[in-house]
């Protein structure tokens, strides 16, 4: 389950693992489990949407920086593996450091044999 969800607009129940309060109706949610890992939050996103408007637009908002900040950082990632693998093949603007570097991986190649 997504712990982000209920911050804010629901609260765990103390007695029953498996349940969960919405802060703004006060009304009991099942969680499906009261296993965290099997515990599911497609009810309580399913009763902000049809009973609480402004706190569903407030989820989506939120939901939206995060899948935005996941993207940058694979982005970031990405970037980061294409730079690796242009400096191990030589593809570097200075033809003396790419050659220097091959012959760091070639004598790096040589000490593994």
């Given at each position: 389950m997504s712990k982000k969800l209920h911050l804010?607009?629901?609260e765990k129940s103390?007695?029953?693992l498996s349940k969960i309060k919405c802060n703004k109706c006060h009304k009991l949610y099942s969680l499906g489990s009261s296993e965290p890992e099997r515990q599911t939050i497609h009810g309580l996103k399913l009763h902000l949407s049809k009973f609480h408007g402004e706190e569903n637009?407030?989820?989506?908002?939120?939901?939206e920086?995060?899948?935005e900040k996941e993207e940058q950082k694979l982005e970031a990632k990405l970037k980061r593996r294409k730079s690796e693998i242009s400096i191990?093949?030589?593809?570097t603007n200075s033809s003396s450091g790419g050659q220097l570097v091959q012959t760091?991986?070639?004598?790096?190649?040589?000490?593994?044999?």
């Open positions: 804010g607009f629901f103390t007695s029953d637009r407030q989820y989506l908002k939120r939901q920086k995060e899948e191990a093949t030589g593809s760091i991986i070639f004598k790096m190649e040589q000490a593994r044999a």
